[in-house]
């Protein structure tokens, strides 16, 4: 499979409070790329984001804003281009409010939710949290709630899951965003 995995870190409760992202490019079911950016949000942090993935106002105090970094990274927001997330609705929605936010157009591109394939592939599993399916599958996920390993960990995920149920599987579920 080709694909981009998505992930958003944000400050607060504010979906366009965006504060880092990772993507991982996979090329035939190979990480052949990896991106991450902090960014500096124009909202406040809330201490309970921080909790969660540990970055503070001083560490994104020189990093770029959102508009700055979607330079980089709008070619992989294409209508033949699938980007997946582990709750990609969650992902999806930050890309979409922080673009709204800053009177960015919003892209087209092809969207897939590897919470929703494992729970469909993996009904057994206790729960279908990322760190929980990266556990019972074998795939490394040193830092839960880093955007870059989160992305990393999706990607291997679904890659697992092609290699194991192949690509009709998991097109049935592929979302137009």
Not at 20 to 28: D, E, F, I, P, T
Not at 51 to 77: L, N
Not at 129 to 153: F, M, P
Request: glycine share 4%; hydrophobic share 40%; no cysteine.
């Amino acid at each position: 499979m080709n694909f981009v995995a998505m992930d958003f870190e944000t400050a607060g409760p504010e979906r366009h409070s965006a504060v880092s992202l990772a993507l991982v490019v996979v090329r035939n079911n190979q990480v052949v790329d990896e991106f991450y950016s902090l960014i500096k949000p124009e909202t406040p942090f809330h201490w309970r984001n921080i909790q969660i993935h540990g970055i503070h106002e001083k560490d994104v105090a020189d990093a770029p804003k959102f508009p700055e970094v979607w330079q980089t990274i709008q070619q992989f927001y294409t209508p033949d281009k699938l980007v997946i997330a582990h709750n990609a609705p969650f992902d999806n929605g930050v890309l979409k409010s922080t673009l709204e936010y800053y009177g960015i157009p919003a892209p087209h591109y092809l969207s897939l939710d590897t919470a929703r394939t494992s729970r469909k592939l993996f009904p057994e599993f206790p729960n279908h949290k990322l760190n929980t399916v990266a556990a019972q599958l074998g795939i490394n996920l040193e830092h839960h709630h880093n955007a870059l390993d989160d992305s990393l960990a999706a990607a291997n995920i679904l890659i697992y899951e092609d290699e194991h149920f192949g690509p009709d599987q998991l097109k049935k579920l592929v979302k137009v965003i």
